[in-house]
């Protein structure tokens, strides 16, 4: 399961049926779930745990020190949770002790091509990042989120759960749960509609995101009143709760 030309630190944790593929290189400080297959030519490094049956490719680099000047070489960590596919070039780096030293990705996920996500990012589950997607410092994509390829994320931004981001898009602000946003500077374009219909949210629950999305960005009302009137529809609407909390925790501001 693991090829001869392999370099494995013999501290490493690998689980029995772990599989690495040939020049792959496993540090010291790694441990990797059952089931996972490591490709050709993967690096991985730092204290880093990897959960089970995750499928990385070849030229990954996991678990290298943060791409941030005041990194001195705490033991810092990255943690990737089970079911995730991480195509080629991809490259995770560890968390920094000025935001509490974790990086961190949950189930699920297909990640694609040429993904950087940097120090201290957050990435839920069920998530899709399109080929050359990039994440600044300390960004936080929840569950359910697609970003468009080559999209660049900003760093401390916060991109909510059901969202989805078009190809290209420069994301400077948060984005709010179920919404869609695109372009370069980003812009809101409605509901993520298909994606809520295929998650099993019912014809009700769409209905009322989408006449959230109005009172938010097409009402005229300001900031402030549209999160009220909005808070106003949650006791008969519950799906409205999260879209209500990510608004009144939004530190960035939103995409508007």
Same mark, same amino acid.
């Given at each position: 399961m693991i090829h001869q030309t392999a370099?494995?630190?013999?501290?490493?944790k690998l689980a029995a049926d772990v599989e690495v593929g040939p020049y792959s290189i496993i540090g010291e400080h790694v441990e990797i779930g059952a089931g996972t297959v490591i490709g050709p030519h993967v690096v991985i490094n730092g204290h880093t745990r990897i959960g089970k049956n995750n499928h990385i490719f070849q030229f990954c680099s996991l678990g290298e020190i943060p791409q941030d000047k005041k990194y001195a070489g705490e033991p810092t960590r990255l943690e990737i949770g089970d079911n995730n596919t991480i195509r080629e070039f991809c490259t995770f780096n560890l968390g920094t002790i000025q935001d509490g030293g974790l990086t961190?990705?949950?189930?699920? #996920?297909?990640?694609m091509a040429y993904v950087h996500i940097a120090h201290d990012c957050h990435?839920?589950?069920h998530t899709i990042m399109a #080929?050359?997607?990039?994440?600044?410092?300390?960004?936080?994509?929840h569950d359910w989120v697609i970003i468009g390829g080559l999209s660049g994320v900003h760093q401390f931004v916060r991109i909510g759960a059901h969202a989805m981001t078009g190809f290209q898009s420069r994301i400077t602000q948060d984005v709010p749960p179920y919404f869609t946003v695109a372009g370069n500077p980003v812009e809101a374009h409605g509901i993520n509609s298909e994606g809520l219909r295929r998650r099993g949210f019912d014809a009700a629950a769409i209905a009322s995101i989408k006449n959230a999305y109005k009172t938010l960005y097409k009402s005229g009302l300001s900031f402030t009143d549209a999160q009220t009137a909005?808070?106003?529809q949650v006791a008969a609407h519950p799906e409205l709760n999260l879209l209500v909390e990510f608004l009144a925790s939004s530190q960035r501001g939103i995409v508007r």
């Open positions: 370099i494995i630190h013999p501290n490493a961190s990705m949950g189930n699920d #996920n297909w990640i990435v839920g589950s #080929n050359g997607a990039t994440l600044a410092g300390h960004v936080y994509v909005i808070q106003e």
